[in-house]
């Protein structure tokens, strides 16, 4: 049986996600849940204590299934699909990336843990780009730090597909992550050997 705290945790997240972090205030979520708002209180002081136990929530899902994927060997398939399996986390806590920019400019602990986050992301896709070229599914770098400016390009478009989801249609729709995705896994394809290009192929196709 689920706990208070969880039941709090998981009604903020369906409010966030539907209402837009602007509208949902405690009030809001201990009205949802038919409590008083001092029941609410007590587990939870300030709603940023929400949205930091909502964040961390997050970053957990994304790093375990990351882990779960390099548990096998790293290939061209592992680096396609955790693009997938993050954007899918991403979409079941949208809210987060629809109001990226007011989270971070209001919230410094979360700004200073994403900050220090990205740095190790950046160093597992290193060392990911670094064992495919090493399997000549990737080729060597030609332009000075190519591939840290590609993992940057890859984070602005985790962080704000869903905001372009939004802007180009009316809904939010689960089924689009799959096209979203294949942006993000094109943009891999140039940085292929021919080698890795009918490796590709065979997995897309």
Known sequence: MKDTKEIIINTALKLFNTE?????????????????????????????????????????????????????????????????????????????????????????????????????????????????ISDNIIRKQVLPSEYIFLYKRLQIISDFWISSMLINTSTLNKSMISEYSQNINQSIYPYLTSKGEEEYRELTD
């Open 20 to 132: 837009g972090l602007s509208k949902v205030t405690l009030r809001t979520i201990a009205n949802k849940m038919g409590i008083s708002q001092g029941n609410l209180n007590y587990h939870f002081k300030k709603r940023d204590d929400i949205i930091e136990a909502l964040y961390f929530d997050l970053v957990g899902s994304i790093s375990g299934k990351m882990a779960s994927g390099q548990n096998e060997n790293i290939d061209l398939k592992s680096l396609l699909s955790t693009s997938t399996m993050i954007m899918e986390s991403f979409y079941d806590y949208r809210f987060f990336m629809l109001d990226f920019s007011q989270v971070m400019r209001e919230n410094s602990k979360i700004k200073k843990h994403h900050a220090e986050l990205m740095v190790v992301r950046e160093k597992q896709f290193i060392n990911m780009i670094d064992i495919l």
